[in-house]
């Protein structure tokens, strides 16, 4: 039986599956959430369902592990500096190089902070791209369950808590608007007993072809 089907829920539709999928325009789309808040899993489920391209996906994640292998640590902080600026410049590149071309590109990493959106958001302004974010934002109990559950080991339930801090003090959506943002958007997940693949279906993303030369 399809997930979204009316007899999911004793013959009765969630509200959430009435309702239009919201419209992503082409441009730049920040996801914007703590580690282990279901950034990948989403984007996982878009790629999945055929809704935007592998390449469309940006992570810094994935840079790391082609750059630097899945389980290389710098010796230092000098080195892990340098590491994380090598990384970002290329993330940097690849999302310059997308919307060069007239093409949508989703930048997938925490970008909690303010510093981290506004690098992103002067890379859409370059090309007179709309930004669009999109907010991960489970409560703290379902984020630390989620981050069990994935068994990360670059990370402390100490960073999580950190992060989700900074989220919940520097990502609201009032100032997110105000950073640059065209359309900011909540991700439904876990609380909303959401999985990925019906979190990605509440979206759909307008199609774009690098224009004609």
Known sequence: MPENS????????????LAPPIRIPAGLVV????PASGKTSFV??????RQVAVEAVVSSDEIRTELFGASAEPADSDAADAADARIFEERDRRIVARLADGLSVIAESTNV??????????LARRFGAPV???RFV???ADLLQQYTERGRTDLTEVDVRAYAAVM?????A???RDEGAAAVHDVPGRRQSVTPGESAARFTFAPCRPPER
Not at 6 to 17: E, L, T, V, Y
Not at 31 to 34: A, E, F, Q, T
Not at 113 to 118: G, I, K, L, M, V
Not at 168 to 172: H, K, W
């Open 6 to 17: 009316p007899d999911r829920a004793g013959g009765h539709p969630r509200p959430h599956d």
């Open 31 to 34: 996801l914007v959430g703590p």
């Open 44 to 49: 996982r489920a878009l790629v999945e369902g």
């Open 113 to 122: 902070t303010p510093q981290a959106r506004e690098r992103l958001i002067g």
């Open 132 to 134: 669009t974010v999109l």
């Open 138 to 140: 489970p409560d703290v």
């Open 168 to 172: 919940s003090r520097d990502a609201g």
């Open 174 to 176: 009032d100032r997110l």
